[in-house]
């Protein structure tokens, strides 16, 4: 015996063995392709998605920097900016002041005034278009939104007045006159329009602001800075050494990362989802390959014998195995990754279509797709290592098989059971026999056919899990919502909704019901019980609060009053309203000699009440005057027309909207609620459009249409992913069924041509193996829904089903409703194979080996 050393030799035996199985070349190609196209779409759409989201958060939140440094008293800043400078992570940085919010009555977005360098003002998105930065004390670059809303032409070297809040605890204002320098195009959507001012005008009229007055909420005058690191590897580890050099020791002080960055936040991307996707793809993959690798080893075992016999090592034999597992890849990893790549760019829009599904009109979230060489690279490893897995059962065949064995397996194992005459045993109690005595093989089929059978039951159930009206119920509590209310306190509009505006409301012929909340903030003397609740609440709340919010419980508890959200309401909201025990009547509740208060459900497990029903409130109002309430229940104001920003010692307190004017003489609305007819909600939004925005464009229009729209984008990109996977899971599963079935008619061509011999029929042949067929999809059938009854859900709930809008419910339908088309090929297949065998005859099936 001479051991074969040639690597030629090696290489001829690899392409001899390619050419005796074209088929099964196709075949595998086809497979490989598949599980490099899965891979590539995968890393291509969860890529994209981060992406997308990225860059609306960017341009939402207006910071494309790595990392951010906010509200800086004068000593942090220096040594910060020091830290900064000797850093040799960081590739450049940017500075700003912020001096305060813009105030006008014209504005109805939120205005920022600030000094910024050119690096500063990149990152904000709002680097002059037209003109420049502001380099002497009277200049000014601005918004065109800012402008527009001043009624000043944008135009380099007009005059605007502008007026920005000192310090908002003493209400110090200033007013100057600039001129304009510089103008970008200014964007509704994002969270602030800015008014940039020059250095030496900040540095001079800058609120001299210490730590601890910003430690306490008061930001004007603080410094900032932006920073962008040389790369973005590892962005925790680099912001914190600058932070803990620079000297800040405390959790969100100092540097920190910009939150656009954190790739994988729980309520953006979940880490866990894509391995659990990675995992899949790989046993799809797997499942078929390993399945044709398999069968074409077994297929040309007598081959690999007698290589063995004249002197071949197994480890040689695997190597011709893996040679022809490389070679297969090397077609079918680059066709994988083209198409891949098309089918990533194809579903991106759907993919990044947001969880916060909007509920306001051109809120959108921008697409980005990735074409990054990483992701074809680790797209070709992973379904390289997909293969190299998938050949390990077949290298393993051909290394320890032996001579007398290959001809055995040859020949056919069912061959080497002797076929007795017996009556007694019918077509169908030998297909039950084939099916157990092969079990393993079996196994693979029923594993492949019931990935595809999960999926679509996975996709039906994380559709249906959905729940718009779960969604609504929180984000919109009616058809269409109005208000000029903006992402912060200090430039919003409470008034928003004024009577011009109402009566325009009232009069649309296809609304249903109006409703209108209204809002003012008044002081409240405690009473003892009253006190005694909020020191129980603060006592298990002081962990959770920030010294700022520890500092106005202090100072409430000092002169015994708390604030009151005081909003007078209309039927149309009361109807709304999430009460605690027993609802009143509108009709006695409109006397407006009752209030109804709220109850807090923030800080405890069970609901804590401040007032009970039948007790007496006592209202003082700012302006004098004066009145006792009875309390006629508890009730919590739908979250979407609740007071929108962060509060932490107060009472909400309810009245109707005609006491509410009678005491506060303030008519205009915080909220305007409109319930459509049915079937004329797009009547509303046009009326809406048409008559309130031509009234003031400013006014925020949330609509259910709107919300709809967004939630079915959202919805679909599931439709799309399922039917993309079932699609090539179902191919899979069948080419698998295909193959195992067409292997064992071939392999078995003997003992059926002697069934034949000693009595079966045709027909009963073909039943048997019929029969057979059902067993494996029926077997399918079982491990699908055991897998969906005993992992689905958990794996739902904790990966794609994270939303609160999410309620999972248990079905096996989609299953059960599959079940004709897994007849339908489980009949199909089978017959086929044997009708194409027997096309020879039974003496010719015997003779042949």
Known sequence: MVKVE?????????????????????????????????????????????????????????????????NLSEEDAVRLQKTIEQSDEVERYGTGIFLGAGRDKHFGFSVEVRYADKNMAESFNCLPTTGRLPEKENEVA??????????????????VTLTWEVNPMLKQ???????????????????????????????????????????????????????????LWNLEKKTENISKTAGFTKARTGLEINPAYNLFEEDSFSFTSLIVMVLFVILAGYLIIYNI????????????????????????????????????????IPIGLIFGYLAGFCMSPSLTADAQISAQAGQTTQTVVSANPLIFFAAALLTLLTVYLSCLRACKMVERVSPVEALHLAEGEQSQKKIKKNTSVTWWGMAVQNVFRNWKKGLIVMLSIALSMVVVNCIVMLVQGYDFESYQNIVLASDFQLDQMTDTLSNTNFNGITPEIKEILNKCPESEKTGYVYYSEERHKMEPALLKTWETLAEKNKENWTDYEKQIWEETKADNTVKVHFLGISEAVFDMLE?????????????????????????????VSYYQSGETFKMEYGNGKQKDYGVIGEAMMPYSLDYPYADSVYITVMVPEEEYFTQTENQSAMYATIDAKKG??????????????????????????????????????YYMIGSFLVIILAFIGIMNFFNTTATSVISRKKELALLEVVGMTKKQISKMLVAEGFLYLGGAFVIAVLLIVFGAKQILVNTLGTAFFFRLHLTIVPCVLMIPILVGIAYVIPKYQFEKMSRESVVERIRKE
């Not at 925005?693 to 919805?715: T, W, Y």
């Open 6 to 70: 040639n690597k030629e030799t090696l290489r001829l035996l690899t392409k001899r063995f390619m050419k005796m199985n074209r088929a099964r070349n196709i075949i595998a190609v086809i497979a490989i392709m598949l599980t490099s196209l899965l891979f590539t779409s995968l890393f291509v759409g969860s890529v994209s998605m981060i992406l997308s989201k990225r860059a609306t958060e960017i341009k939402q939140f207006m910071d494309s920097s790595h990392a951010i440094a906010q």
């Open 142 to 159: 601005v918004s065109s939104l800012v402008l527009e809303a001043l009624g000043v032409t944008p135009k380099i070297g007009e005059e």
């Open 173 to 231: 204002y200033k007013t100057d006159t600039f001129q304009i320098c510089g103008f970008w195009q200014g964007d509704k959507a994002v969270l602030g329009q800015m008014v940039w001012v020059s250095e030496a005008y900040a540095k001079e009229n800058c609120y001299p602001v210490t730590q601890k007055e910003l430690k306490n909420g008061i930001y004007n005058g603080g410094k900032e800075y932006s920073v962008w690191y040389k790369n």
């Open 293 to 332: 690798f398999n069968i074409s080893v077994k297929t040309d075992i007598r081959a690999y014998g007698l290589l063995k016999n004249v002197g071949t090592t197994g480890k040689q034999l695997k190597k011709i195995v893996r040679m022809q597992a490389w070679k297969l890849s090397e077609v079918g």
């Open 579 to 607: 009460w605690k025990g027993e609802k009143c009547s509108w009709d006695t509740f409109k006397s407006g000699d009752y209030v109804i208060v709220d109850y807090s459900d923030k800080y405890t497990e069970q609901p």
């Open 680 to 717: 004329e909600d797009k009547q509303v939004k046009e009326y809406i459009d048409k008559n309130v925005l031509k009234e003031n464009d400013m006014i925020n229009v949330s609509s259910v249409l709107d919300m709809k729209a967004s939630f079915r984008r959202f919805v679909s990109k």
